[in-house]
């Protein structure tokens, strides 16, 4: 089912200082930057190896993320895996009992089609599932 880690998400409260700061501290470039509308955010990726760390700006205060920030403040906010079929790993997923976020797959950046899975049954970590594009 997993093929291998997508990207760690990080919540920031200044997209722009984040960017900046891993660039200067890691020595990374970003690789992509993409604002997704529908999800709220502001998206940055720096590739590492296979994956990306992904740093996550929010486009409101009544956003997931904004959400996340007010309450938890900049840090981890996910962890993506990169999977075949997102509509059947939520249909295994859901066989299983595991809560979902998203009950069916969604647009995701670079056209990918992502899912999110409660953090409830994946031990507190909320987990994004993410097919590449076709």
Request: aromatic share 4%; charged share 25%.
């Amino acid at each position: 089912m997993i093929l291998d880690i997508d990207h760690v998400g990080i919540a920031v409260d200044d997209l722009e200082g984040s960017v900046e700061r891993y660039r200067r501290t890691l020595g990374v470039e970003p690789s992509h930057r993409e604002r997704v509308e529908d999800q709220g955010v502001e998206e940055v990726l720096f590739a590492v190896g296979t994956s990306f760390i992904q740093l996550l700006g929010a486009l409101g205060a009544d956003t997931p993320v904004g959400r996340f920030l007010a309450t938890r403040g900049p840090g981890v906010h996910h962890v993506a895996y990169r999977v075949d079929d997102v509509a059947a790993s939520l249909s295994r997923l859901r066989s299983e009992g595991v809560r979902l976020v998203d009950e069916v797959p969604i647009r995701g950046s670079r056209d990918t089609t992502i899912a999110f899975v409660h953090p409830k049954d994946m031990g507190g970590v909320l987990v994004e599932l993410v097919q590449a594009a076709r």
